[in-house]
């Protein structure tokens, strides 16, 4: 059962906030999980960790040595490094060389390298309340007039990062950081394949304005599930009743 109680020992987040905005069942299945990252969330932590905090690599990742596991001795060599790399993650050679590149690309270009220079903290943990719920998370960067988030993606052409941004509820996550720091937001976004395009957007107040919406809808409806421990319903607590299945929106 979810309390104030205990949300005060695990707050809540944009990520479970967002499990929360698909179905009660959700954020109590992502309080439990132990979901394994992919392959292209391990490479954007990697450039995370290269543009923002370098320092730390090797605290949280491993870099996987190039061995031949068929032999003795590179069986040897694979099972020490699985022993010495607990707790951390595991990096291909070729990863963290395209990583590197792309950081050094970003950092070397003055418009996008004073965007993450201009930052006075990174992965900043913040602590606070929002509508009487605690909240907790990391900020990328922040600079004195902004907040930076750094993406990730495949196809940042601006009309798929629009639909993707949405998709994702980025609006829940800009709007929370905008009410913590009373600051607007600037996402530097990164392509993980070629040409590796670049691009730096601002949040737009409209879109500030949504996210804040929704995040004050997803809270009273948090305190709801709290008061009535509905914590086992699944798609039916936010539909409010039976699901119809009408046409898609494109179909004349």
């Given at each position: 059962m979810?309390?104030?109680e205990?949300?005060?020992?695990?707050?809540?987040?944009?990520?479970?906030?967002?499990?929360?905005?698909?179905s009660?069942?959700?954020?109590?299945?992502?309080?439990?999980?132990?979901?394994?990252?992919?392959?292209?969330?391990?490479f954007?932590?990697?450039?995370?960790c290269l543009l923002?905090?370098k320092?730390?690599?090797?605290?949280q990742?491993?870099?996987?040595?190039?061995?031949?596991?068929?032999?003795?001795?590179?069986?040897?060599?694979?099972?020490e490094?699985?022993?010495?790399s607990?707790?951390?993650?595991?990096?291909?050679e070729?990863?963290?060389?395209?990583?590197?590149?792309?950081a050094e690309?970003?950092?070397?270009?003055?418009?996008f390298?004073?965007?993450?220079?201009?930052?006075?903290?990174?992965?900043?943990?913040?602590r606070?309340?929002?509508?009487?719920?605690?909240?907790?998370?990391?900020?990328d960067?922040?600079?004195p007039s902004?907040?930076?988030?750094?993406?990730?993606?495949s196809?940042a052409s601006?009309k798929?990062?629009?639909?993707?941004?949405?998709?994702?509820?980025?609006?829940i996550?800009?709007?929370?950081?905008?009410?913590i720091?009373?600051?607007?937001?600037?996402y530097?976004?990164v392509?993980?394949?070629?040409?590796?395009?670049?691009?730096?957007?601002?949040?737009?107040?409209?879109?500030?304005?949504?996210?804040?919406?929704?995040?004050?809808?997803?809270?009273?409806?948090f305190?709801?599930?709290?008061e009535?421990?509905?914590?086992?319903?699944?798609?039916?607590?936010?539909?409010?009743?039976?699901?119809?299945?009408?046409l898609?929106y494109?179909?004349?």
């Amino acid at each position: 059962m979810i309390t104030l109680e205990t949300l005060q020992q695990r707050p809540l987040s944009y990520s479970s906030l967002k499990e929360f905005a698909k179905s009660p069942a959700h954020y109590i299945a992502y309080l439990n999980g132990d979901k394994t990252p992919s392959k292209e969330m391990i490479f954007g932590s990697v450039l995370h960790c290269l543009l923002l905090n370098k320092q730390d690599f090797d605290s949280q990742f491993a870099v996987m040595p190039n061995v031949d596991r068929r032999t003795t001795k590179g069986k040897e060599t694979y099972e020490e490094f699985l022993r010495t790399s607990e707790g951390k993650e595991i990096v291909q050679e070729s990863e963290l060389e395209d990583a590197t590149r792309l950081a050094e690309k970003i950092l070397s270009q003055n418009h996008f390298g004073k965007i993450v220079s201009d930052c006075q903290s990174f992965e900043q943990e913040f602590r606070a309340e929002i509508n009487g719920l605690p909240f907790r998370g990391f900020i990328d960067g922040e600079a004195p007039s902004y907040v930076l988030e750094v993406k990730t993606a495949s196809d940042a052409s601006p009309k798929t990062i629009i639909n993707n941004f949405y998709d994702r509820g980025y609006h829940i996550q800009a709007a929370v950081y905008n009410m913590i720091t009373n600051k607007p937001v600037k996402y530097l976004i990164v392509e993980t394949k070629s040409p590796y395009n670049i691009i730096v957007a601002d949040a737009s107040q409209e879109y500030i304005d949504l996210g804040k919406k929704v995040v004050s809808d997803l809270i009273g409806k948090f305190n709801s599930c709290m008061e009535n421990n509905l914590w086992d319903m699944g798609y039916e607590f936010h539909l409010g009743g039976n699901f119809e299945i009408s046409l898609p929106y494109w179909v004349k």
